[in-house]
């Protein structure tokens, strides 16, 4: 990674795993210095005593609008500006429509799309008051391919890049980009059902031309670069990372009942 980050803010949600971890190392081997939200506190922990003062730990519930604004004053207050944010934090409780319960309904809506809705709008509110700022938001290509039980976390998904393209709407005219990273099949603990049943794990490497699952750095990367001088000019975009996946076709994830 060739970008250079010094003196800049960051501020990541689910920073504790998977992509947030992912994203949070790389900004801050970049030289940034990163607010880390997650509800798991001990990993935050682990991760303070790796990074020392380039990372600030914070237990948050991105379902809570307090806890947004408590992130963003804690970056500011602490290291001076929030000239970026990534929107990561997210889980799925899946079922088919019939059989979804409206609990678990509405805890995919909160975390998915309300987490990133309440976290955008403390965000730039900041970045407006400096002059401008860079989001980004992960989507994912569920977002544009359904996926059997998994009705929740599609529509959120879905709901999540029309809301970036909303924020870069509204927010270009005060200097922020809004992006969103809609990322394929990735190796992390929400994939494990997927990538650990041997013939839906089959399927899915039989339309991923790439014939693999990515891993967290290749959509932390892509990420990162979103918010770089490098993609300046680069605003309510869907980037897509999946290793031509989207050009094939979604797996019978019916199959994990059997």
């Given at each position: 990674m060739n970008h250079s980050f010094e003196k800049k803010t960051a501020l990541v949600t689910g920073a504790a795993s998977g992509i947030g971890e992912a994203i949070t190392r790389q900004l801050i081997e970049g030289g940034a210095t990163v607010v880390g939200a997650d509800l798991n506190e001990e990993a935050l922990q682990n991760m303070q005593e790796t990074f020392n003062d380039q990372f600030l730990p914070v237990v948050a519930d991105v379902t809570k609008e307090a806890d947004h604004e408590r992130l963003v004053e804690k970056a500011v207050t602490t290291f001076g500006s929030l000239d970026f944010a990534f929107n990561v934090a997210g889980a799925n409780k899946t079922a088919p429509i019939m059989e979804q319960s409206e609990e678990d309904w509405r805890f995919v809506i909160d975390?998915?799309?309300?987490?990133?809705?309440l976290g955008m709008k403390?965000?730039?509110?900041?970045?407006?008051?400096q002059g401008g700022g860079?989001?980004?938001n992960v989507s994912s290509l569920n977002a544009r391919v359904p996926m059997y039980s998994g009705a929740a976390y599609a529509s959120s998904k879905a709901g999540v890049e029309m809301l970036t393209k909303n924020g870069a709407l509204e927010l270009a005219r005060h200097g922020i980009r809004v992006n969103a990273i809609?990322?394929?099949?990735?190796?992390?603990?929400?994939?494990?059902?997927?990538?650990?049943?041997?013939?839906?794990?089959?399927?899915?490497?039989?339309?991923?031309?790439?014939?693999?699952?990515a891993t967290p750095d290749e959509i932390a990367s892509p990420s990162i670069f979103l918010v770089s001088e490098a993609a300046s000019y680069v605003?309510?975009?869907?980037?897509?990372?999946?290793?031509?996946?989207?050009?094939?076709?979604?797996?019978?994830?019916s199959l994990l009942e059997d």
């Open positions: 975390l998915v799309l309300n987490g990133v809705f403390h965000q730039a509110r900041q970045m407006k008051k860079a989001i980004v809609l990322p394929g099949l990735v190796e992390t603990p929400i994939t494990d059902s997927f990538t650990k049943n041997k013939s839906v794990n089959t399927m899915f490497m039989d339309r991923i031309p790439m014939k693999r699952v605003n309510g975009a869907s980037l897509i990372v999946d290793g031509a996946w989207a050009t094939s076709g979604y797996p019978d994830l």
